[in-house]
């Protein structure tokens, strides 16, 4: 059952509202930093070694952690600590836009498994005490550990759901076949595992990033002459 719990999570199918946002991908795109399969995937690949989502995920597991032990003080620390390292506005707004939405939908897919809930806490009343707004990495986090999802496991669906969103984009934008996409998303696999063993080994300390140039992708997207993605 829990492969099945993380599935639904991490799908593209989750009605977040995540097709709507590119990342900077769209920017980077329109200067021709990015023009087929091999360079999307190298953008890709640099993120997954260096870049935001490393952090976003590392905040994911500790929302995890904080919601396993029941520490509401810790998940409301990090999830304002989320809020303050987003560097561009539209990537907080996609954040607490999408952490806002999944924790409404979670609340009603709870009255369809509380058989299952036996030791942990009532999701309605920590949610509300957490307050808004909620980012979408402490979001996935504490839906991840409600529905009992092993670490290793929420960590690698998050990141899955977040190449294929982007790579999702990408097939649009440049555009590219689905069959390249979906080679694209099997080469990045090894990427994903490898963050994925060095994310849940990351002290609080080591929490920094390399993004400067999602940064700046994402500063110029608010004056492209077109756009189809909202970041």
């Given at each position: ?10 799908s593209?199918?989750l ?64 999830n ?14 996609q954040?607490?836009?999408?952490g ?42 504490m ?30 934008l ?20 490898s ?8 002290r ?9 140039g ?18």
């Amino acid at each position: 059952m829990t492969i099945l719990k993380l599935l639904q999570l991490s799908s593209s199918a989750l009605p977040l509202g995540a097709y709507s946002y590119s990342e900077g991908l769209e920017t980077a795109i329109e200067q021709d930093q990015i023009r087929g399969k091999e360079d999307l995937r190298q953008w890709l690949s640099d993120e997954l070694s260096y870049g935001a989502i490393r952090l976003e995920t590392a905040l994911m597991l500790r929302g995890y952690r904080c919601w396993a032990t029941q520490d509401l003080d810790s998940l409301s620390y990090w999830n304002q600590w989320a809020s303050a390292v987003k560097e561009t506005s539209e990537l907080r707004e996609q954040s607490w836009q999408m952490g806002n939405t999944l924790t409404r939908l979670l609340l009603s897919l709870e009255t369809v498994r509380r058989e299952s809930n036996q030791g942990s806490w009532d999701l309605e009343q920590g949610i509300n005490l957490m307050g808004k707004p909620c980012n979408y990495a402490i979001a996935f986090g504490m839906g991840a550990a409600h529905w009992q999802i092993d670490e290793h496991s929420a960590v690698l669906g998050y990141l899955h759901s977040w190449a294929t969103n982007l790579m999702n984009a990408g097939v649009k934008l440049i555009p590219i076949s689905q069959t390249l996409g979906q080679q694209l998303l099997l080469q990045l696999h090894p990427e994903m595992e490898s963050a994925t063993t060095t994310i849940l080994n990351l002290r609080d300390d080591e929490l920094y990033t390399c993004s400067w140039g999602l940064g700046l992708a994402g500063m110029q997207h608010e004056i492209q002459y077109t756009r189809l993605f909202r970041s």
